[in-house]
């Protein structure tokens, strides 16, 4: 996916893991949690956010500069 410099995009983030939770993370970007299971929600900053099995989160991300990025999903025990 191409983004420009300043632009936003909505990332929509499942969990579909059966009893893992995982801790999601964007290299070098924020995310502001707009979206829990549906319903919009006062928005929030983070660096992180943990999600479990059948949850599901929207966060939209500004991109800071081009490049490319990882989106990581990490189990919560490392």
């Not at 969990?15 to 707009?34: K, N």
């Not at 990882?70 to 919560?76: D, I, K, P, S, W």
């Amino acid at each position: 996916m191409e983004v420009e410099t300043g632009q936003s995009l909505r990332l929509r983030v499942t969990g579909a893991g059966a009893s893992t939770y995982f801790r999601v993370s964007l290299d070098e970007h924020d995310m502001e949690i707009t979206h829990v299971n549906g319903p919009a929600v006062e928005p929030v900053l983070v660096d992180e956010f943990l999600i479990g099995p059948g949850e599901g989160y929207d966060a939209r991300v500004r991109i800071k500069k081009s490049g490319s990025y990882t989106l990581h999903a990490v189990t919560q025990e490392g």
